[in-house]
């Protein structure tokens, strides 16, 4: 470091003398110097090398000028930018006081009268800069200066300047524009027209942690982080604090809504809203559980968290939904799982689920919609599970221990295409062909809807088959924790491995259960930890890219390693949070019925027995 400010001194010498750094950010390294010129103190902010190296000086200057003729009492000026030897910085005045992160790092939460003007304060500042069609982008509290006790904006424009810069090339920094806690949820899935209503979710979610001590969403990792904003609503803020007004918690609220159009058209009106008393709560809360997906996103948000670079989620935005919302499940029909198969499927259109009902003695299947209340047990499905619905979301095919069916999704008129043995899933595939795992994954059996034609080929051992391109089939169900792929012959098969730049052969193999492969370019899955997760993967190379976590603790089924969730071709993605059941401790019943903890330890255990005298455990 100490090298590198010797080069910064000398580049800048004569314009501007180096005294000391300030901080470090995600895109700078700020300077206190001494403008030679003018005599005064500023803060030098350069660009970190990487980002610099991809921006070029002549595009990144250009750009920043549009940001130089803001003129506002709470907006920091531009004073200079440029490029010397290689550094690209401008320069801004020094602020003799805090950021609003040192003050709420040292307070926690502020005052509410202190909080609702400081937002007004950065507020008319936004309205102001969006007048002059300049967005901000990377409103947080580390960009809010306090001086004298007033806000003062910094940085303004600098994220849309270096995106602008770079041209789309932002993967190659490595870094990310927004910070995940603050993003809105057009910033997190990577929208290409950010609006003005970006800013004021931003704004919304520091006047959140300004009231509350915590921003609106939190996590342990970035992903988390950007999953939540998307998917999840925030708590309420009166919840936490039951002193805010309701005024002010109801403008909070509404100046996080997912939507851009369900907040507040300008700055302003949301400062107006602020300071109007009458102000009454303007959101509502869905019932219901499924999220929205695209195909396309799934890239975007593997690719993008693969390399560590813009932070983007998948969810988006649909006619009947957007972002995620819990579906109500009858009081007296829960959802009802079984070890050994899928308890609930995803119609094709995204519509609707069919469930697992009833109990695990007298099991029904029943019809959910994700779009309104209708719901309703399907008759002639007493004993099914393991569901799977027809392409044009007319039927339903489903298992017993004893039969595999199909039956219409209105119920009635069941008709049994084949007795099975020992079955764990069925799948009916795009091309109208059923395919099923019988036998405890000895035999594939592909039958055809209309005629009743039947294939059947043994193989070692396959559960939860994905029809593959090519004929060959992927298998990863059961104990196995790795994707294994079948070639036509049956006989050879393959492992896919996780690339990781170094060549195929020393690449690890991907290990879960429960694979589902998604527009033959995306495989999702359940963790050995009881996540589900997605990865981007070569159906040819049989590669994968570096597995992210979409939704963590989704049922996992012991044995079967099945995931309870589904994916239909409209992109909705249904899940049902749960434990991971192969996880668990080993214990040891008297004949009173009390247990005795055998190991402290929480494991994936399989098979186990005591000794003669009952002092050792194998």
């Known amino acids: 470091m100490t090298d590198r400010r010797d080069e910064l001194r000398a580049a800048l010498e004569g314009r501007y003398e180096i005294e000391h750094e300030l901080g470090a950010g995600g895109m700078a390294t700020v300077y206190l110097a001494h403008d030679s010129k003018h005599d005064r103190k500023v803060a030098v902010k350069v660009l970190r090398p990487e980002l610099a190296a991809v921006l070029g000086a002549e595009r990144f200057v250009q750009e920043i000028k549009t940001t130089a003729n803001l003129q506002h009492p709470h907006i920091l000026p531009l004073f200079d930018s440029g490029e010397a030897d290689g550094f690209l910085y401008y320069v801004m005045p020094f602020i003799d006081g805090e950021t609003l992160r040192d003050k709420l ?23 102001y800069a969006h007048r002059q069609s300049v967005i901000h982008r990377d409103i947080k509290p580390e960009n809010i200066l306090l001086h004298d006790g007033r806000p003062m904006v910094a940085d303004f424009g600098i994220a849309l300047a270096v995106s602008a810069a770079a041209g789309g090339r932002m993967t190659e920094t490595g870094l990310s524009l927004g910070t995940p806690h603050y993003m809105s949820p057009e910033q997190a899935t990577a929208e ?86 009458a102000a009454t709560p303007l959101t509502t809360t869905a019932t219901g559980t499924s999220v929205r997906l695209t195909s396309k996103a799934f890239g975007r948000l593997i690719t993008a968290f693969a390399m560590g670079a813009m932070l983007v989620w998948l969810v988006k935005p649909s006619a009947t939904a957007s972002g995620r919302y819990d579906v109500g499940l009858p009081p007296d029909a829960p959802m009802v799982m079984h070890d050994w198969s899928l308890a609930m499927a995803v119609a094709p259109q995204g519509d609707f689920i069919v469930y697992r009902a009833g109990s695990d003695t007298a099991p029904y299947l029943r019809y959910q919609s994700l779009v309104d209340t209708v719901s309703f047990a399907i008759a002639g499905t007493e004993g099914g599970t393991g569901p799977a619905v027809s392409p044009d979301g007319e039927a ?12 219409p999704v209105t119920g009635g008129g069941v008709r049994t295409i084949a007795d099975v043995d020992d079955p764990i899933s069925v799948h009916w595939l795009s091309d109208s062909r059923i395919l099923l795992d019988d036998r405890d994954g000895q035999l594939l059996r592909w039958f055809d809807v209309e005629t ?129 059941g192969d996880v668990g401790r080993l214990v040891s019943w008297n004949e009173g019925g009390q247990p005795t903890l055998l190991l402290n330890e929480s494991a994936m255990f399989l098979r186990y027995d005591i000794s003669p005298d009952g002092q050792q455990l194998a």
């Open 396 to 407: 339903l095919v489903f298992l017993t221990r004893q039969a595999l069916n199909i039956v």
């Open 192 to 277: 290409k027209d950010i609006t003005n209503r970006s800013d004021i979710y931003s704004l919304g979610s520091v006047l959140y942690e300004m009231l509350t001590g915590s921003p609106p969403h939190v996590g342990s990792t970035a992903q988390q982080i950007v999953m939540k904003i998307v998917t999840d609503e925030a708590r309420p803020v009166a919840e936490l604090r039951k002193t805010v007004p309701p005024n002010v918690a109801a403008v909070t609220a509404k100046a996080l809504e997912k939507l851009p159009a369900d907040r507040f058209a300008t700055a302003s009106i949301f400062a107006e809203a602020l300071a109007n008393p």
């Open 105 to 127: 790092d040292r307070e926690t939460q502020l005052g509410i009268d202190e909080a609702v003007r400081i937002t007004m304060d950065v507020a008319d500042a936004l309205d």
């Open 452 to 580: 009743g034609q039947e294939e059947i080929e043994h193989v070692r051992r396959c559960l939860m088959p994905q029809q593959f391109p090519g004929n060959r089939v992927l298998c990863g169900g059961g104990g196995s924790l790795y994707a294994r792929v079948l070639d036509p012959d049956r006989t050879t098969e393959h492992f896919v491995r996780i690339g990781q730049g170094g060549g195929i052969d020393s690449a690890p193999y991907l290990r879960g259960g429960d694979f589902r492969l998604v527009d033959d370019g995306y495989l999702l899955y359940m963790s050995i930890d009881g996540d589900l997760r997605a990865v981007l993967f070569d159906p040819k190379s049989l590669e994968a890219g570096h597995p992210v976590t979409l939704i963590q603790g989704v049922r996992r089924q012991a044995y079967s390693g099945i995931g309870q969730f589904g994916v239909s071709a409209d992109g909705t993605l249904a899940f049902a949070f749960g434990v991971n």
